[in-house]
């Protein structure tokens, strides 16, 4: 199946400083991508939707001047979390879909554990 | 409310036995169906997609059933290994323009 990638895996970074982390769809091109964070023993909670060329689709909640979505080419799309604060420390997953024109598929990176402290 | 329920919350079986997991939803308009593993932190992997006109798929020792007019669908395992010790989540699509609708997850530990 088609390969979504996320780096970086792990990063630890002091409160205030601003994170960044990449998301790339490897054998396909993804018109939309999306972004989750998952709290430990819970399930995925959309955050935002990002469309290439477009600003993102934020989730009711979500701090869109906190989290800055760039989805700048068909294959990467990134999170910079800014002003990153203990209380984001948290597990970030993204997600690309590959679309034809009869179906579509949506495929899941591996994650960034994010820590803040 | 759009809404997939899943149960049991957790699960604890001998490694070599078979399980079933359930999975309740009352989305709608209904796209597809789709079984994910998740390893602890790590993302999903798909297992399974049924469509509406699925009654079941299977992938290896996976195997998932879909009742589109009860909106149940289930995943049965069989001759569980350690490995697939993970959290296994219920997904359902609408259609390729909304969000994907999350279950909150089985969680699957296999023990020898």
């Known amino acids: 199946g088609a390969v979504v990638s996320q780096h970086p895996s792990r990063v630890i970074c002091k409160s205030g400083t601003s994170v960044k982390i990449e998301c790339r769809s490897l054998?396909?091109?993804?018109?939309?991508m999306f972004w989750y964070r998952q709290f430990p023993k819970q399930s995925l909670m959309l955050m935002a939707t990002?469309?290439?060329?477009?600003?993102?689709?934020?989730e009711q909640g979500v701090e869109k001047d906190k989290f800055l979505i760039n989805h700048a080419s068909l294959t990467l799309s990134t999170l910079t979390v800014t002003s990153a604060h203990p209380e984001d420390s948290s597990f970030y997953i993204c997600?690309?879909?590959?679309?034809?024109?009869?179906?579509?598929?949506?495929?899941f990176g591996p994650g960034t554990r994010l820590t803040v402290t | 409310k759009n809404q997939v329920e899943q149960s049991p919350q957790s699960l604890i079986i001998l490694e070599g036995k078979n399980c079933t997991l359930q999975?309740?939803?009352?989305?709608?308009?209904?796209?597809?169906l789709r079984w994910y593993k998740q390893d602890t932190g790590r993302g999903p992997v798909s297992l399974t997609i049924?469509?509406?006109?699925?009654n079941t798929k299977s992938n290896g020792r996976y195997t998932a059933t879909l009742d589109a007019d009860t909106k149940q669908s289930s995943l049965h395992i069989t001759a569980s290994q350690l490995s697939d010790s993970a959290s296994y989540i219920c997904?359902?699509?609408?259609?390729?323009?909304?969000?994907?609708?999350f279950g909150k997850g089985t969680r699957l530990s296999v023990i020898a």
């Open positions: 997600s690309a879909r590959e679309e034809t024109d009869l179906s579509y598929e949506q495929y």
């Open positions: 054998d396909f091109q993804a018109t939309t």
């Open positions: 990002s469309n290439e060329g477009s600003k993102a689709t934020y």
């Open positions: 999975c309740n939803y009352t989305v709608s308009p209904f796209s597809n």
């Open positions: 049924m469509t509406f006109s699925e």
């Open positions: 997904v359902v699509s609408q259609s390729r323009n909304t969000p994907l609708v």
